[in-house]
């Protein structure tokens, strides 16, 4: 499987901006999938997941409420709706696939990354 993240940008704090993720393959819907970020000269974190029907999101204290994960499985895509945001949430975003049945926040249960995508919030 392979990832491609993007829709990053600039935005004002307040703002909102929606990321994609399109994975290549055809076993797209077996896979749980999941948005991490890395802050400047932090560690890389846990955002959120979805399940492969979607039916099930699972999300970091730091955003829920804010960010909504959804996925469009016949067209191999996800999403991750960011509104609320706040300078803390400035980051590099990645979203990853994970070849397992149930959601995980555990970036090693992660088999595939994409590579990121910037998004940068002022104040």
């Known amino acids: 499987v392979q990832l491609q993240a993007s829709g990053g940008g600039l935005v004002q704090a307040g703002g909102s901006l929606r990321l994609s993720c399109a994975a290549s393959g055809r076993t797209f819907s077996r896979y749980v999938m999941g948005w991490f970020r890395q802050a400047p000269g932090k560690e890389r974190e846990f955002v959120g997941a979805i399940s492969w029907s979607g039916g099930t999101t699972y999300y970091a204290d730091s955003v829920k409420g804010r960010f909504a994960i959804s996925r469009d499985n016949a067209k191999n895509t996800v999403y991750l709706q960011m509104n609320s945001l706040k300078p803390e949430d400035t980051a590099v975003y990645y979203c990853?696939?994970?070849?397992?049945?149930?959601?995980?926040?555990?970036?090693?249960?992660?088999?595939?990354w994409g590579q990121g995508t910037e998004v940068t919030v002022s104040s």
């Open positions: 990853a696939a994970a070849n397992r049945l149930g959601l995980t926040t555990a970036q090693d249960g992660y088999d595939y």
